[in-house]
């Protein structure tokens, strides 16, 4: 019983730990008593987040993954919070940089479209909220700022390049994830499936003569269907606007 109620604290957060999960792991660990890792535990709770989405990832259905007691897990994690910071760092570790010795606009082009690829491979990203910092998600800015080291900028505009380009590449990426979902609840597969489900809406917006601009784009595009290159599109306006901007 004592158990199960330590158990329910730590699922509803109430039971807190004293120190940071990245602090904990970096000790000497204990004898090894199963196969359980962190790695073990981010990879299938990562697999269970990839193919169901991140409610479904509880720490009673990451036990039964793992084929352990409902508590081994809780050797490493403290709660489900923990458990997505690991999930968080363990999809981070996918982000590969730039070719060594690349040029700050390719370091920072590399790292847009990886981050695009990257959400689009773990929809769920869009949907963690993590207050926090994890190693491998720190790596990132780390290696972007240390490009930037010899443009002659200040530590602000160095982290404001950063954040820009991760802004956009975010924000578009999360677009571009948001609209998928959707378009699988009504069970669209394609631009043409959406753009028929939608036609009596859009049939009669366009009649309204309200929206002319709009309406000329919709019988003009020829990449409605590109989101590769729509995004490599903006992205390049993006790098051009920072090297305008800052001079390099």
Known sequence: MAADQQQDRRAKGEEKPLTSLWERLERPAPAPRSTLTPERIATVAVGVADAEGLDAVT???????????????????????????????????????????????EVMRTLALRTRDLLLDHPWMTQASVLALTPNQLAVPERVLTALDDLGLDADRRMAVFRTVTAYAKGAA?????????????GWTSGHDTRTGLAPQMTWLMGTGRYPAFHRYALDATRKDDPQWQFETGLDCVLDGIAARMGI
Do not use: I, N
Request: glycine share 10%.
């Open 174 to 186: 999360e677009a571009e994830v948001g609209l998928l979902r959707e378009m699988r609840k009504r």
């Open 59 to 105: 720490m009673r259905r990451l036990a039964t993954e793992l084929g352990v007691a409902p508590m081994a897990a809780y050797r490493y994690v403290s709660g489900k919070d923990e458990l997505l910071e690991l999930m968080v760092d363990f999809v981070y570790g996918e982000l590969a940089p730039a070719e060594s010795g690349a040029g700050w606009r």
